[in-house]
C-alpha cells in the first residue's frame, strides 16, 4: 500500500523501531521509538544491500522523497554508488 501524507503525519512511535514501506523502488519511512521520522531507501548494488537516507520528515515530505528516491534509482540505472556520490560531494 502507498504512503499518504494523512498514514505519516498519524505513525504513532512504538517500543522498537518500525518502518513504513511505500511499495515503490525500496522507499520507506523508518519511525523511531523517540518519535523520529527518517526516509530512506534500500538497493542492491555488487550484491550487497544498502541503506541511503533521504532526509527527516516533515522537512522532506512525501513528493520530495519520491523524487529523491527516483534520482537515485537512476544513479543506479547508470552504475554509479549513490552513497559513493554523497561522499564526495
Not at 6 to 34: C, H, W
Amino acid at each position: 500500500m502507498p504512503l499518504t501524507h494523512t498514514l505519516i503525519v498519524n505513525a504513532q512511535p512504538r517500543q522498537k523501531m518500525y518502518r513504513l514501506f511505500d511499495g515503490s523502488g525500496g522507499l520507506y519511512l523508518e519511525v523511531t521509538p523517540r518519535g523520529g521520522k527518517w526516509w530512506r531507501i534500500k538497493y542492491r548494488l555488487a550484491g550487497c544491500d544498502q541503506r541511503l537516507s533521504l532526509g527527516v520528515f516533515p522537512v522532506i515530505g512525501l513528493k520530495l522523497a519520491h523524487l529523491r528516491c527516483l534520482e537515485v534509482r537512476a544513479q543506479l540505472a547508470s552504475g554509479l554508488d549513490p552513497s559513493a556520490l554523497r561522499k564526495a560531494a
